[in-house]
């Protein structure tokens, strides 16, 4: 059983747009919701994380946005750049602390055209 | 200073052969992770480390998977009888004490032909 659902599978947005990923998680037990970046051949590197205590975080162009009533937290992307072009995942971990393992959603690959 | 290491980069094996991959973590993190990604999906967790305590072994998908780890460094995660649904992405990550991000190594390729 999936536990975190992302979407869209893929998404093409063009130089300079919002690129916007989306997730859901059914466990209320979650409460720490990162957000991975990996590109072609390399291992995923952290982007940005949330805590649910917090509606919004913004780091730069990247934003996330959480909703704890919908469960879900999404990942925007503004004034895309072709450099963003990655696969993005997002991952949720349970309040058990640092130990518990994190949950990952399946990923999207974003290309940004010029 | 280095980030996490992993070799080798990729492996082709023929089905039914054993295969060993080794991940070194950054020096003085006391927790590793392995996980699995298949093509065009997610991570699937293995198993986790944390210094001397008993590892989480529960995502180990069949018990030809298993691995060790001695004290807070090298990993090896094997892999007996390999089968063609094994071939994947292998990635191992570690974390520092009371830190919450992990760091990814640039995985192992298995292939099994």
């Known amino acids: 059983q999936q536990q975190v659902k992302q979407s869209p599978q893929s998404l093409i947005v063009q130089k300079g747009g919002i690129s916007i990923i989306n997730c859901a998680y059914e466990n209320t037990a979650f409460d720490y919701f990162p957000w991975y970046q990996q590109f072609p051949g390399k291992g995923p590197a952290l982007l940005i994380a949330i805590r649910p205590d917090v509606s919004e975080k913004k780091e730069g162009r990247f934003t996330i946005s959480f909703n704890k009533s919908a469960k879900q937290f999404s990942l925007h992307i503004m004034d895309s750049q072709p450099g963003d072009s990655a696969t993005y995942f997002c991952a949720a971990r349970p309040n058990t602390g640092t130990a518990s393992k994190l949950t990952f959603g399946t990923g999207t690959r974003l290309q940004v055209t010029l | 200073g280095a980030g996490v290491s992993q070799s080798p980069s990729n492996k082709v094996t023929e089905k039914g052969k054993d295969v060993e991959l080794r991940c070194d973590p950054i020096?003085?993190?006391?927790?590793l992770y392995w996980y699995r990604q298949r093509l065009g999906q997610g991570l699937e967790f293995l198993i986790y480390?944390?210094?001397?305590?008993?590892?989480?072994k529960s995502g180990l998908p069949s018990d030809r998977f298993s691995a060790e780890r001695t004290g807070e460094s090298v990993s090896t995660l094997t892999i007996q009888r390999t089968q063609q649904e094994d071939s994947a992405v292998y990635l191992c990550?570690?974390?520092?004490?009371?830190?919450?991000?992990?760091?990814f190594g640039p995985g192992t390729r298995l292939t099994v032909t």
């Open positions: 020096s003085g993190h006391t927790a």
């Open positions: 480390f944390q210094g001397n305590s008993a590892p989480d």
């Open positions: 990550a570690s974390r520092g004490t009371g830190a919450s991000e992990q760091y």
